[in-house]
């Protein structure tokens, strides 16, 4: 088993969506009804093992040999709080890149291409995954699932439908992230290694 360091992975979009609750849900299993606005930004860690198997998941070729114990750092920011200053800091070392919206609000799907282009500016080449979030509120629903769907697969993001409440997908979003970090990250080791010797 091989041990990995921390990977830096954000989430981003609008207010009220549901990042926090997510990463919370993921590295504490808890759930909270009341809303409280994330000042500034606040990071989470949680450790978590992946196969070999699940690590070369939907690659031509497999680049990895062995299970990997990794560690994440999930930060979240107050969709306020991402301009100026925080920005820099925030986008800073991520590997990967996790736009939220609410299934219940077109508006915060709207925003969307807003925060993708946000991403893009500070960290171009990094995987990004597409969540629609609340899930649970399916009689609510207000974004069709096709929408989303081939709105991510016209950017090449991956997506996913999550409940922060039901803890629905939460677990399957977060691996899914690191798995996208470290087959980034072998990427770039293999290009490096063929092509700058």
């Known amino acids: ?77 107050g969709a306020q709080e991402i301009f100026g200053f925080v920005r820099q800091k925030y986008f800073l070392g991520a590997k990967v890149a996790i736009v939220v919206y609410d299934i219940t609000k077109t508006s915060t799907f709207d925003d969307v291409s807003f925060w993708v282009s946000e991403i893009k500016k500070k960290c171009s080449e990094i995987p990004i995954i597409l969540c629609g979030n609340k899930s649970d509120l399916k009689n609510a629903r207000a974004v069709d699932r096709e929408k989303a769907e081939e709105y991510a697969k016209e ?6 439908e999550t409940s922060a409440l039901s803890s629905e997908n939460v677990e399957k979003l977060f691996s899914h992230a690191a798995r996208l970090a470290i087959q980034s990250e072998e990427k770039v080791l293999k290009f490096r290694e063929i092509y700058i010797r």
């Not at 994330?38 to 949680?46: P, Q």
């Not at 950017?155 to 996913?160: E, G, K, L, Q, V």
């Open 155 to 160: 950017n090449n993001f991956d997506y996913i």
């Open 1 to 77: 088993m091989i041990e990995r360091h921390l990977y830096k992975i954000i989430t981003i979009g609008s207010a009220f969506v549901g990042k926090t609750s997510l990463a919370r849900r993921y590295a504490m299993n808890t759930f909270s009804y009341s809303y409280i606005p994330t000042m500034g930004v606040s990071w989470l860690t949680k450790s978590l093992s992946l196969t070999k198997d699940e690590l070369n998941e939907n690659l031509s070729k497999n680049i990895l040999t062995d299970d990997v114990n990794v560690r994440i750092s999930l930060w979240d920011t």
